[in-house]
């Protein structure tokens, strides 16, 4: 079946220019990005530790210290990539307490 199309010279709720005044912002809107800079950088720089590091323990260690034992050097490739993840863990509580402490001494402040 087929419709019919209304033609119509007004503009529907939906294609109008003029905004919508209960929806238009108030001021000037916040555009900061909702997770801090050096959050983004520590996460980066894990996530480039979690490549690098196991790989290139593997390929040092291989020839060089277990030579060519490519069990013995996958091991220490996934031990270090484990001590990469404590690392992570640790930042992460460390960067936690920090927020809290500072959020402790402002309520101090605060009194």
Same mark, same amino acid.
């Given at each position: 079946?087929?419709?019919?199309? $209304? ?12 905004? $919508? ?9 916040? $555009?900061?990005?909702? &997770? ?16 690098? #590091? ?7 260690? @291989? ?15 996934? $031990? ?5 993840? &404590? #690392?992570?863990?640790?930042? #992460?509580?460390?960067?936690? =307490?920090?927020?809290? @402490? ?8 605060? =009194?």
């Amino acid at each position: 079946m087929t419709t019919r199309r $209304i033609v119509s010279d007004e503009k529907s709720a939906l294609s109008r220019d003029d905004p $919508i005044p209960a929806l238009a912002p108030k001021g000037k809107s916040d $555009i900061t990005p909702a &997770v801090p800079t050096n959050v983004i950088v520590k996460l980066l720089g894990f996530t480039l530790a979690m490549v690098v #590091a196991p790989i290139g323990t593997y390929f040092l260690t @291989l020839n060089t210290v277990f030579g060519g034992s490519a069990t013995w050097a996958g091991a220490t490739a996934a $031990i270090m990539a484990n001590v990469v993840l &404590v #690392a992570y863990v640790i930042a #992460a509580m460390r960067e936690d =307490q920090s927020e809290r @402490l500072e959020a402790e001494e402002k309520a101090r402040k605060g =009194q």
